[in-house]
Nanobody
């Protein structure tokens, strides 16, 4: 059982930056594919970015490309999401997710499927105009 704890959410004005962090109880095969998802108010959850931790392959949703960057710190067992040039439409509850990824391509596919085994409780990001 992998436990995930998100932190770093908050309120910011449009154009600002936030850094989210996801701390995992273990970095193992069970968490070799990780990602960030978000759910805006009244909308469905969508994938933001996934990372295949062993090879470092990543995939971003088009709306955040060039603004968001995912990174991992194996020593701290964290996966961070640096969010720059934030827009009001980025307002959402952000969730960290983890699961086994049998290959980089299978991990990348989880951006759309969202089929992760483990989820954090979420952290709220609010961007005002």
């Amino acid at each position: 059982q992998v436990q995930l704890v998100e932190s770093g959410g908050g309120s910011v004005q449009a154009g600002g930056s936030l850094r989210l962090s996801c701390a995992a109880s273990e970095f193992s095969y069970s968490s070799n594919c990780m990602g960030w998802f978000r759910q805006p108010p009244g909308k469905e959850r969508e994938g933001v970015v996934v990372i295949s931790r062993y090879g470092g392959s990543t995939s971003y949703v088009d709306s955040v490309k060039g603004r968001f960057t995912i990174s991992q710190d194996n020593a701290k067992r964290t996966v961070d999401l640096q969010m720059n040039s934030l827009k009001p439409e980025d307002t959402a509850m952000y969730y960290c997710a983890a699961g086994p990824g049998y290959s980089a391509s299978s991990c990348i596919g989880k951006l759309r499927s969202g089929t992760f085994d483990y989820w954090g409780q979420g952290t709220q990001v609010t961007v005002s105009s």
